[in-house]
């Protein structure tokens, strides 16, 4: 797989898991540092800093699928704080 091919299915799992979010406004936020982080990283040609930036979104993924669960776990027994929308 290419490393273009890597990155963008890094980029659709980050969004998908936005979408898992339980508000609206965490939805946004995680989509929204998606996609500026990798719009940041397009035109970079350094092969180590390329080779950093997909470990990093990858971490960046696991750590938003913990998220996920917890923040869903906490929503449905409604101790979640904040807006709801």
């Known amino acids: 797989m290419s490393q273009r091919a890597a990155a963008l299915g890094l980029l659709r ?3 998908r ?3 898992r979010m ?3 406004n965490r939805r946004r936020f995680v989509r929204n540092r998606a996609l500026a982080g990798f719009r940041d990283a397009r035109a970079e040609a350094d092969p180590e800093r390329l080779t950093f930036l997909m470990r990093l979104a990858d971490t960046q993924l696991d750590n938003v ?3 996920v669960g917890v923040l ?3 929503a449905a ?3 979640l704080k904040g807006p709801k929308s």
Request: charged share 20%; hydrophobic share 35%.
């Open 17 to 19: 898991e936005a979408k």
């Open 72 to 74: 869903n776990e906490l």
């Open 22 to 24: 339980p508000t609206g």
């Open 65 to 67: 699928r913990v998220q």
């Open 13 to 15: 799992a980050l969004l």
């Open 77 to 79: 027994s409604g101790n």
